[in-house]
């Protein structure tokens, strides 16, 4: 039996470097530097660990509906088997966006974002509800989206 990775020991810089970047992930890391008492060098080397350890990510985070995607909807499964598997399944499509396995009415949930109505259609009839242990879909349209930030910080 294979033991889980340990999650890394973050120290009060590190957390506040991630704080830092979660507000603009552009700044300098010599503004970061100044900011926390470290070099330029030295900010550099930790965000690097910190990435390498997949604690964070920087990436360009956009709305989806100025890029054409018109359709965005959570979509619950319930499953009869291993969700885990399902879930694996799921976070295949380029579509999917967000996967997480849950314990509550649904056994998981995923975030769909499509071009059109006609494509997120397909996407739950066809491949979806085709992943052997799927018993039922159920979506939830988006009708708008009123927060979707980043920046919640440490503990």
Known sequence: MSEKPKAPVLDDVSKRIIELLQQDGRRPYADIGRTVGLSEAAVRQRVQRLTDAGVVQIVAVTDPRQ??????????????????????AVKAFDEIAYVVVTLGSFDV???????????????????????PGVAETECFLYAGLHKDFYNWGTR
Do not use: N, Q
Not at 74 to 85: Q, S, T, Y
């Open 67 to 88: 890029l054409g995607f018109s359709r965005m909807a959570m979509i619950g499964i319930r499953v009869k088997g291993d969700p885990r598997e399902v879930a694996e």
């Open 109 to 131: 949930l995923a975030e769909a974002i499509c071009e059109t109505d006609e494509d997120l259609l397909e996407l739950v009839s066809t491949r979806v509800r085709a992943i």
